[in-house]
Structure formats: structure tokens, C-alpha cells
């Protein structure tokens, strides 16, 4: 068997067209979901790019692999401690052992692992291939390097290749001479100039004002990626640089499924395509950043080609992507661990079984620390430390009817705010009672600063809002942060 994963850094569904989207964002990959399976509730576990990625290797949430942040000790995996063995136990059992213990030689070309010092990603790949960018680079420095692997290696039996491609994260850096296809067409959002004026308001890391997190400053090297907006033509251009970042990865992805066509083995190639996280593009006024605990951030596309399963289908259950490892376990007929979080999802892809949970909990822990259950038509938010955001404490949203965060209803519904709390604690204690570890690295980031990307910022920031207008946000940061 072959199996291709395409691991597209920061890319939120909604923004693909398989997904709905009016913009022709994902030719390629939505050629893919017509002769599959598209999930439309499928969500990282933990955001956003390392805890995601350690959530879906290990197949262990971040409360249990405690990696959930960027720095500081919460930015590394657990150590198993006085009874690992000659070799780590979660490293035996993780996503990319499955395929070689299903007999399968796995390649990845990656620079995720550099870029964290995430070393524990490589575990289970036969070969890495490392282009040096430290996710700074673009798409055609990983593509060439793809496409050698194949034409070496692709009309062999039995592997599985990971490519991984930044382009939808930012900065923006899809390369000059690709142009900009949606130039003459329309901004495809919710946001209009009423929203936009309120968002200019906005206090925090990555809101419109500061799209460099805590600056406005566009670096040269990657123009399409803006500083600040402060026209809602300016805002077009943030959301056409996000959009040519997806179709310029979409484009080189085509290149790959060419290859597997000249070569006679699209047909029974399986094809994975999913993503790490999402992007917030104006939900709670965050922009170009991936730093909540919520739908947009969280949220991920999830479609699946597989050689017998279902065709052109859509499965609309609640599903972790720690779930991936035991479905491809008992696909591939390959022994499922106790120690695993996921639920298998299999029969929805043999037969269109619905396998999705009651509920999901999301994790962020980076940029701040939240954490949200999702049921039903609900997301419920709870923030221990707000990265710098005025964010209450609780946060409620109908996500079928307010997808984009807009009004929050706790106010109206304290029944569902209980429900979601309810589902928060009940879950921590039971990812408590199975970890190795009596402290939840959430508290763990809390004692050691807070979430990493809040560091050294608060007086810095405080100031800068001054100088820009918002003097009461200024007042009100230092109240709520300053020790």
C-alpha cells in the first residue's frame, strides 16, 4: 500500500473550496475530497503547532504528553521518567511507528522538528528530509525535494511520505512571480466596514493594528504580509495574502498528484490531507494568528482517499486528530495501545458509520491559556490567562448560527455555560487520573510566566497603545497582568 499525508501548516476549511468557500482556493485538494471523504468537525486537540502536532504523534492530549506550549518546560515532551525502557515507550508507539509496523518505509520532508526542537517527531520515519528554512521557507524549496522521493521511490510497494508545507502560515510568503489570482475578485468575508471599525479598537497581540504580533512593521522580504490594516482595502490584502498562501501550496500539491498520475498510481494511492490548526481572520479580533482555544483556530480539514472506503462523501461528527493514530491502527491491522486518547473512526470511512464523540475539549497554551468544550452547536470558552486580549473569563457561542464568534451569549444561556464547564473538569480529571504526572501543564505554564508568547511584552505593549489611541486598553492590560 502507499499512502501520501499532506500536512498543509495553518489552514482553516472554511477558506477551501471543498469546504464552500466562493474563492477557487484548493483545485487540487478538493479534486481529492470529491473521490473521498471530507469531516467537517474535525479539531486539534491542542493549538496550536507544536501541542498539535505532539497531541497527533503521540496520540496522547497535552495534558499527558505536556507539551503544550512553545518555551519553557511546557515546550518540550515529557520525559517518561524512571520507567522508560532501553527505548521511550511513546516513541515505540507513536503516528509514524503505526505505518512501519505495517510494514511500510516512511520518508518525511519536514522542518517542523527544527524549527521546536521537536526532535521526538521524527521518531518512526526511515528517512527525514530537513530543507534547513525552519518553516521560513516556501513551498518550492519542499517540492523539488517531494517530487525526487517519488520519481526514486514512488513505484514501489508499501510506503508512506509526509511533506509538509508552511505557506498559509505566516508571514505570507507565497514567492512575488505567482501573482495574486483573486486581485479582481471580491473580499469573500463576514467583516464589513462596521466590524472592521470596531476591530480597529481591538487591544491585543495579532489584532488589525498589530499583525506582527506586537508591532506594525511589514518586513520587505515578505510584502504580502502587512503590518497593520487601516483600509478595508488594506484588510483585503491581509486575506489575499492568506488565500494565495493556500492556493500556492494547493498548486504545488497538484504537481504531486501529477507525478502519482504519470506514474499510473494515483488510483491506489491514498491520500491524507489535514492540517495542524486553523487561523483566527477576525474572530475575537485576532488576525493572521492561530492563538485561541476556539472554532476557527482549532477547527481543521480532514479529508481522506483510501483505497475501499467511501466516496464522495461528508461525516459531520466531532472527531480529535488524535483519533488518526488508532484508525489507522485498525486499518492496517496494527495493535491499538492503551495508552492512546484517540477513538478509531474507521467505520466511517468502510461503511459511513457515525463514530464522532458527544464532545470535544480544546487546548491553547502558547499564546494563551484557554481551554473550550464543544457540543452540540456550542463552543464554550474559559480563559485562565488571555494572552494580553480583554477576553472574560467565560465565552459562549452558537457556532451553527455565529461561526465567526461574533456575539457571545453566556448571559442568555448560564445552563449551557455549566454544561460546558461540567464537561472541562470532568474531562481534566480524567486525563489527570491517566497521566504520568500530577501537575497539568496548563498550571505549569502559568508558574512559569504564562503562555510563552506573552514574555517580556506587557510594558512594551501597554505603551504602544498608548501611543496609538488606546490609552483605557493600556490601563486596563497593566490591571489585569502587572504583578
Known amino acids: 500500500m502507499r499512502i501520501l499525508f499532506l500536512d498543509i501548516d495553518t489552514l482553516r476549511p472554511d477558506h477551501m473550496g471543498c469546504y464552500g468557500y466562493s474563492r477557487n482556493t484548493t483545485p487540487n485538494m478538493d479534486q481529492v475530497c470529491a473521490e473521498g471523504i471530507r469531516f467537517d468537525n474535525y479539531y486539534c486537540s491542542d493549538a496550536p503547532c507544536l501541542p498539535s502536532r505532539a497531541a497527533l504523534v503521540s496520540g ?9 506550549g512553545h518555551g519553557g518546560t511546557a515546550g518540550d515532551r515529557r520525559l517518561t521518567g524512571p520507567t522508560r525502557d532501553f527505548t521511550d515507550v511513546v516513541d515505540e508507539n507513536c503516528f509514524h511507528n503505526i505505518f512501519r ?10 522542518t517542523f522538528a527544527e524549527r521546536h526542537s521537536s526532535w521526538w517527531f521524527n521518531a518512526g520515519f526511515n528517512e527525514c528530509y530537513n530543507v534547513g528554512g525552519r518553516g521560513g521557507e516556501s513551498g518550492e524549496k519542499v517540492l523539488p525535494v517531494a517530487l525526487d522521493w517519488l520519481d526514486r521511490n514512488g513505484e514501489k510497494d508499501n510506503w508512506f511520505l509526509h511533506v509538509h508545507f508552511w505557506d498559509p502560515h505566516t508571514p505570507y510568503r507565497a514567492p512575488a512571480e505567482f501573482g495574486n489570482p483573486f486581485e479582481n475578485e471580491p473580499l469573500d468575508s463576514w467583516i464589513t466596514p462596521e466590524v472592521f471599525a470596531e476591530h480597529r479598537k481591538h487591544v491585543g497581540p495579532h489584532c488589525i493594528n ?8 511589514t518586513n520587505p522580504a515578505t510584502p504580502r504580509q502587512l503590518g497593520k490594516a487601516e483600509t478595508m482595502e488594506q484588510l483585503k490584502q491581509v486575506m489575499d495574502g492568506y488565500d494565495c498562501g493556500i492556493r500556492y501550496a494547493d498548486s504545488l500539491i497538484g504537481q504531486i498528484f501529477d507525478n502519482l498520475r504519470a506514474k499510473g498510481i494515483y488510483e491506489d494511492t491514498a ?12 474572530e475575537l479580533g485576532l488576525y493572521s494568528e492561530h492563538a485561541t482555544a476556539d472554532y476557527p483556530t482549532c477547527r481543521i480539514p480532514f479529508i481522506i482517499k483510501w483505497p475501499g472506503a467511501k466516496k464522495g462523501i461528508y461525516d459531520a461528527g466531532l472527531h480529535y486528530n488524535v483519533d488518526l493514530l488508532p484508525t489507522m491502527a485498525e486499518l492496517l491491522h496494527v495493535e491499538k ?8 473512526y474507521a467505520q466511517t470511512l468502510l461503511s459511513g ?4 464523540r458527544d464532545s470535544l475539549v480544546l487546548s491553547q497554551m502558547a499564546h494563551v491559556c484557554q481551554r473550550s468544550a464543544r457540543f452540540g452547536d456550542w463552543l464554550y470558552v474559559r480563559t485562565i490567562h ?7 473569563k467565560e465565552m459562549l457561542f452558537n457556532i451553527k448560527d455565529d461561526p465567526h464568534e461574533q456575539h457571545d451569549v453566556k448571559a442568555e444561556h448560564p445552563e449551557l455555560c455549566a454544561k460546558g464547564a461540567k464537561i472541562i473538569l470532568d474531562w481534566q480529571e480524567e486525563q489527570m487520573k491517566k497521566s504520568s504526572s500530577a501537575i497539568d501543564p496548563m498550571w505549569t505554564v502559568m508558574r512559569e510566566g504564562g503562555p510563552y508568547h506573552t514574555w517580556g511584552h506587557l510594558e512594551e505593549y501597554a505603551q504602544r497603545l498608548r501611543e496609538t489611541g488606546r490609552e483605557a486598553g493600556a490601563e486596563e492590560l497593566l490591571k489585569r497582568y502587572k504583578k
Do not use: C, P, Q
Not at 491520500?271 to 477576525?282: C, F, L, P, Q
Not at 458509520?353 to 464522532?356: I, L, Q, R
Not at 488571555?386 to 472574560?392: A, K, M, Q, V
Open 101 to 110: 509496523r505495517a510494514g511500510m518505509h516512511t520518508a518525511s520532508v519536514s
Open 60 to 68: 496522547m492530549f497535552g495534558i499527558r504528553n505536556g507539551a503544550v
Open 386 to 392: 488571555g494572552g494580553f486580549h480583554l477576553f472574560d
Open 337 to 344: 495501545k492503551d495508552s492512546w486518547d484517540g477513538e478509531s
Open 210 to 217: 498589530e499583525l506582527g504580533m506586537y508591532n506594525s512593521d
Open 353 to 356: 458509520e457515525d463514530a464522532g
Open 271 to 282: 491520500i491524507i490531507i489535514t492540517a495542524d490548526h486553523g487561523e483566527n481572520m477576525g
